[in-house]
Protein backbone atom coordinates (compact mmCIF):
# COMPACT_ATOMS: atom_id res chain seq x y z
CA UNK A 1 0.00 0.00 0.00
CA UNK A 2 1.63 3.09 -1.53
CA UNK A 3 0.24 5.33 1.53
CA UNK A 4 3.07 7.81 1.52
CA UNK A 5 1.60 11.53 1.21
CA UNK A 6 4.85 12.96 -0.51
CA UNK A 7 4.18 9.58 -3.25
CA UNK A 8 0.50 10.25 -3.03
CA UNK A 9 0.16 11.43 -7.03
CA UNK A 10 1.11 10.88 -10.28
CA UNK A 11 4.17 11.39 -11.90
CA UNK A 12 2.62 13.54 -14.16
CA UNK A 13 0.19 15.05 -12.04
CA UNK A 14 -3.00 13.29 -13.61
CA UNK A 15 -6.39 12.01 -12.25
CA UNK A 16 -6.07 9.11 -10.28
CA UNK A 17 -7.62 5.85 -11.37
CA UNK A 18 -10.22 4.33 -8.96
CA UNK A 19 -7.68 1.16 -8.69
CA UNK A 20 -4.69 3.78 -7.73
CA UNK A 21 -7.00 5.55 -5.53
CA UNK A 22 -7.78 2.06 -3.93
CA UNK A 23 -3.80 0.92 -3.72
CA UNK A 24 -2.70 4.37 -2.58
CA UNK A 25 -5.92 4.76 0.51
CA UNK A 26 -7.68 1.92 0.47
CA UNK A 27 -9.97 3.21 3.24
CA UNK A 28 -11.73 5.53 0.76
CA UNK A 29 -13.68 2.78 -0.59
CA UNK A 30 -14.61 1.25 3.09
CA UNK A 31 -18.03 0.80 3.82
CA UNK A 32 -17.75 -0.51 6.76
CA UNK A 33 -17.52 1.52 10.55
CA UNK A 34 -15.57 -0.15 13.05
CA UNK A 35 -16.86 -2.45 15.53
CA UNK A 36 -16.98 -0.59 18.61
CA UNK A 37 -19.56 2.09 17.10
CA UNK A 38 -22.73 1.78 17.61
CA UNK A 39 -26.09 1.65 15.40
CA UNK A 40 -26.84 5.35 15.91
CA UNK A 41 -23.22 5.89 13.71
CA UNK A 42 -24.14 6.65 10.62
CA UNK A 43 -20.36 6.69 8.58
CA UNK A 44 -20.79 9.59 5.25
CA UNK A 45 -18.04 7.13 3.56
CA UNK A 46 -15.93 9.08 1.06
CA UNK A 47 -16.87 6.19 -1.61
CA UNK A 48 -20.14 8.64 -1.51
CA UNK A 49 -18.40 11.98 -1.45
CA UNK A 50 -16.18 11.19 -4.78
CA UNK A 51 -19.17 11.23 -7.22
CA UNK A 52 -20.55 14.57 -5.82
CA UNK A 53 -16.86 15.98 -6.18
CA UNK A 54 -17.24 14.60 -10.10
CA UNK A 55 -20.76 16.20 -10.45
CA UNK A 56 -19.03 19.65 -9.94
CA UNK A 57 -16.31 18.86 -12.36
CA UNK A 58 -13.41 17.52 -10.02
CA UNK A 59 -10.96 15.13 -10.13
CA UNK A 60 -8.97 12.86 -7.87
CA UNK A 61 -5.46 13.36 -8.20
CA UNK A 62 -4.20 13.16 -4.90
CA UNK A 63 -4.69 10.15 -2.31
CA UNK A 64 -2.70 8.54 0.95
CA UNK A 65 -4.01 7.42 4.16
CA UNK A 66 -2.89 7.45 7.76
CA UNK A 67 -0.46 4.55 8.29
CA UNK A 68 -1.82 2.08 11.42
CA UNK A 69 0.30 -0.78 13.17
CA UNK A 70 -3.05 -1.58 15.02
CA UNK A 71 -6.36 -0.58 13.45
CA UNK A 72 -7.76 -1.88 10.21
CA UNK A 73 -6.47 -0.47 6.87
CA UNK A 74 -10.24 0.29 6.01
CA UNK A 75 -10.91 2.71 9.06
CA UNK A 76 -8.09 5.08 8.83
CA UNK A 77 -7.91 8.60 9.09
CA UNK A 78 -7.26 8.98 4.38
CA UNK A 79 -7.00 12.56 2.61
CA UNK A 80 -7.63 12.95 -1.20
CA UNK A 81 -6.79 16.28 -2.99
CA UNK A 82 -9.39 17.21 -5.95
CA UNK A 83 -8.90 19.51 -8.97
CA UNK A 84 -11.20 20.81 -11.68
CA UNK A 85 -11.06 18.96 -14.72
CA UNK A 86 -10.37 22.15 -16.37
CA UNK A 87 -6.87 23.17 -14.32
CA UNK A 88 -5.90 19.80 -14.40
CA UNK A 89 -5.31 20.15 -18.22
CA UNK A 90 -4.19 23.92 -18.16
CA UNK A 91 -0.20 24.33 -17.90
CA UNK A 92 0.15 27.22 -15.43
CA UNK A 93 2.69 27.22 -12.06
CA UNK A 94 -0.12 26.29 -10.06
CA UNK A 95 -3.69 25.10 -9.62
CA UNK A 96 -6.50 25.48 -6.81
CA UNK A 97 -7.64 22.36 -5.14
CA UNK A 98 -10.32 20.80 -2.48
CA UNK A 99 -8.63 18.57 -0.10
CA UNK A 100 -11.00 16.02 1.58
CA UNK A 101 -9.89 14.69 5.04
CA UNK A 102 -12.01 11.52 6.73
CA UNK A 103 -11.98 8.93 8.09
CA UNK A 104 -14.35 5.62 8.93
CA UNK A 105 -13.45 5.09 12.69
CA UNK A 106 -14.88 7.90 14.88
CA UNK A 107 -12.64 9.68 15.32
CA UNK A 108 -13.40 12.59 14.09
CA UNK A 109 -15.70 14.95 11.29
CA UNK A 110 -15.48 15.19 7.54
CA UNK A 111 -13.56 18.03 6.63
CA UNK A 112 -12.97 19.97 3.28
CA UNK A 113 -9.73 22.48 3.12
CA UNK A 114 -9.26 25.35 0.22
CA UNK A 115 -5.74 24.89 -1.52
CA UNK A 116 -3.31 24.50 -4.50
CA UNK A 117 -0.94 22.51 -5.89
CA UNK A 118 2.37 23.81 -6.74
CA UNK A 119 4.22 22.10 -9.90
CA UNK A 120 7.40 23.29 -9.81
CA UNK A 121 7.78 21.44 -6.15
CA UNK A 122 5.39 19.14 -6.58
CA UNK A 123 4.08 20.80 -3.50
CA UNK A 124 -0.18 20.74 -2.47
CA UNK A 125 -0.37 23.62 0.36
CA UNK A 126 -3.13 23.70 2.16
CA UNK A 127 -4.59 27.15 3.07
CA UNK A 128 -5.81 27.65 7.47
CA UNK A 129 -7.87 29.56 8.67
CA UNK A 130 -11.10 30.84 6.85
CA UNK A 131 -10.82 28.26 4.36
CA UNK A 132 -11.99 24.66 6.02
CA UNK A 133 -15.00 23.59 6.72
CA UNK A 134 -16.23 20.37 8.51
CA UNK A 135 -19.10 18.01 9.24
CA UNK A 136 -19.85 15.27 11.69
CA UNK A 137 -21.13 11.68 10.77
CA UNK A 138 -24.75 11.65 11.04
CA UNK A 139 -28.12 10.35 8.63
CA UNK A 140 -28.67 13.87 7.11
CA UNK A 141 -24.40 14.56 6.30
CA UNK A 142 -24.30 13.60 2.51
CA UNK A 143 -27.47 15.91 1.58
CA UNK A 144 -25.84 18.61 3.68
CA UNK A 145 -22.07 17.58 2.10
CA UNK A 146 -23.40 19.57 -1.20
CA UNK A 147 -23.77 23.19 0.81
CA UNK A 148 -19.69 22.61 2.40
CA UNK A 149 -18.54 21.59 -0.63
CA UNK A 150 -20.40 24.63 -2.32
CA UNK A 151 -19.30 26.88 0.62
CA UNK A 152 -15.33 25.40 0.19
CA UNK A 153 -15.35 25.67 -3.94
CA UNK A 154 -16.77 29.87 -3.13
CA UNK A 155 -13.43 30.15 -0.86
CA UNK A 156 -10.84 29.12 -3.85
CA UNK A 157 -10.87 32.77 -5.92
CA UNK A 158 -10.42 34.41 -2.55
CA UNK A 159 -7.52 31.96 -1.99
CA UNK A 160 -6.22 32.88 -5.36
CA UNK A 161 -6.39 36.63 -5.03
CA UNK A 162 -4.63 35.98 -1.65
CA UNK A 163 -1.68 34.52 -2.99
CA UNK A 164 -1.76 37.08 -5.58
CA UNK A 165 -1.05 39.67 -2.48
CA UNK A 166 2.25 37.22 -0.94
CA UNK A 167 3.30 37.31 -4.50
CA UNK A 168 2.68 41.49 -5.01
CA UNK A 169 4.40 41.33 -1.50
CA UNK A 170 8.42 41.76 -0.99
CA UNK A 171 9.86 40.71 2.12
CA UNK A 172 13.33 41.93 3.38
CA UNK A 173 15.73 39.03 4.84
CA UNK A 174 15.02 39.87 8.73
CA UNK A 175 10.93 39.07 7.74
CA UNK A 176 11.87 36.44 5.76
CA UNK A 177 14.05 34.90 8.26
CA UNK A 178 11.47 35.50 11.02
CA UNK A 179 8.64 33.56 8.76
CA UNK A 180 11.45 30.76 8.78
CA UNK A 181 12.07 30.90 12.51
CA UNK A 182 8.18 30.76 12.85
CA UNK A 183 7.43 27.75 10.24
CA UNK A 184 10.43 25.82 11.69
CA UNK A 185 8.85 25.89 14.74
CA UNK A 186 5.41 23.92 13.26
CA UNK A 187 7.82 21.13 13.15
CA UNK A 188 10.34 20.97 15.89
CA UNK A 189 11.24 22.59 19.09
CA UNK A 190 14.19 24.65 19.77
CA UNK A 191 17.14 23.06 20.88
CA UNK A 192 17.74 22.15 24.53
CA UNK A 193 20.00 19.37 24.76
CA UNK A 194 18.12 17.85 27.80
CA UNK A 195 15.34 15.15 26.23
CA UNK A 196 15.33 12.69 23.12
CA UNK A 197 13.89 14.08 20.51
CA UNK A 198 14.28 15.99 17.28
CA UNK A 199 15.19 20.04 17.49
CA UNK A 200 15.78 22.88 15.57
CA UNK A 201 19.03 24.87 15.48
CA UNK A 202 20.48 28.02 13.64
CA UNK A 203 21.23 25.56 10.79
CA UNK A 204 18.08 24.59 9.99
CA UNK A 205 16.32 27.86 9.73
CA UNK A 206 19.15 28.75 6.88
CA UNK A 207 18.26 25.34 5.00
CA UNK A 208 14.26 26.27 4.73
CA UNK A 209 15.63 29.38 3.58
CA UNK A 210 17.79 28.07 0.77
CA UNK A 211 17.28 28.03 -2.75
CA UNK A 212 17.27 24.98 -4.19
CA UNK A 213 16.01 25.54 -7.88
CA UNK A 214 16.01 28.50 -10.46
CA UNK A 215 11.92 29.08 -10.09
CA UNK A 216 12.94 29.15 -6.19
CA UNK A 217 14.86 33.12 -6.29
CA UNK A 218 13.29 36.09 -5.07
CA UNK A 219 12.24 37.45 -1.37
CA UNK A 220 8.46 37.89 -2.04
CA UNK A 221 6.33 36.45 0.20
CA UNK A 222 4.57 33.77 -2.14
CA UNK A 223 8.24 32.42 -3.39
CA UNK A 224 9.57 32.45 0.63
CA UNK A 225 6.84 30.84 1.86
CA UNK A 226 6.93 27.76 -0.91
CA UNK A 227 11.08 27.62 0.13
CA UNK A 228 9.91 27.06 3.77
CA UNK A 229 7.08 25.12 3.13
CA UNK A 230 9.35 22.23 1.24
CA UNK A 231 12.10 22.42 3.65
CA UNK A 232 9.54 21.99 6.53
CA UNK A 233 7.31 19.02 4.74
CA UNK A 234 9.82 17.38 2.78
CA UNK A 235 12.53 17.45 5.65
CA UNK A 236 15.25 19.42 3.53
CA UNK A 237 16.58 20.56 6.27
CA UNK A 238 19.67 19.38 9.18
CA UNK A 239 18.11 19.11 12.82
CA UNK A 240 19.82 18.09 15.95
CA UNK A 241 18.65 14.68 17.06
CA UNK A 242 19.15 13.57 20.67
CA UNK A 243 19.34 9.97 21.42
CA UNK A 244 19.92 7.38 24.26
CA UNK A 245 23.33 6.40 22.28
CA UNK A 246 24.09 10.27 21.66
CA UNK A 247 22.65 12.38 24.40
CA UNK A 248 24.85 15.44 23.24
CA UNK A 249 22.94 15.15 20.25
CA UNK A 250 24.04 14.41 16.33
CA UNK A 251 23.28 16.87 13.54
CA UNK A 252 20.68 15.00 10.53
CA UNK A 253 18.76 15.83 7.55
CA UNK A 254 15.25 15.53 8.81
CA UNK A 255 12.94 13.21 7.18
CA UNK A 256 9.87 14.11 5.41
CA UNK A 257 6.32 14.24 6.70
CA UNK A 258 4.73 11.20 6.45
CA UNK A 259 1.80 11.93 8.55
CA UNK A 260 -1.35 13.26 6.63
CA UNK A 261 -2.45 15.08 9.90
CA UNK A 262 0.41 16.49 10.67
CA UNK A 263 1.21 17.13 6.90
CA UNK A 264 -2.34 19.21 6.94
CA UNK A 265 -1.31 20.77 10.31
CA UNK A 266 1.51 21.98 9.30
CA UNK A 267 0.74 23.13 6.38
CA UNK A 268 -2.14 25.25 7.58
CA UNK A 269 0.04 26.67 10.30
CA UNK A 270 2.64 28.05 8.08
CA UNK A 271 0.38 29.83 5.39
CA UNK A 272 -1.18 31.57 8.66
CA UNK A 273 1.70 32.40 9.46
CA UNK A 274 2.38 34.01 6.45
CA UNK A 275 -0.39 35.88 6.01
CA UNK A 276 -0.50 36.83 9.41
CA UNK A 277 3.29 38.62 8.63
CA UNK A 278 2.07 40.12 5.08
CA UNK A 279 -1.50 42.03 6.87
CA UNK A 280 0.45 42.79 9.74
Not at 56 to 68: D, L
Not at 263 to 270: A, D, F, P
Request: proline content about 3%; overall charge neutral; aromatic content about 8%.
Amino acid sequence: MANHVIFSRNIDNSVLTPAQIQHRAPAVYSINKHERLTDRYVSLNTSDIIPIMNDYGYQVTQAAQKRSRKASPEFSSHMLAFSRSNDIAEQDDMRPEIILYNSHDGTGAVKLFAGCFRFICSNGIVAGDGFQSRMYHNKSALAGFEEMLRTTVATLPNLMQRIETLRDTQLSQGDAYEMAIQGVATRWADYTGQERGSYAVAQTVKDVLKVTRQGDFGYDAWTVFNRIQEGVVRGNAMIRSITEKQPEGTMRKARPVSSIKESVRINTELWNIAEQLTTA
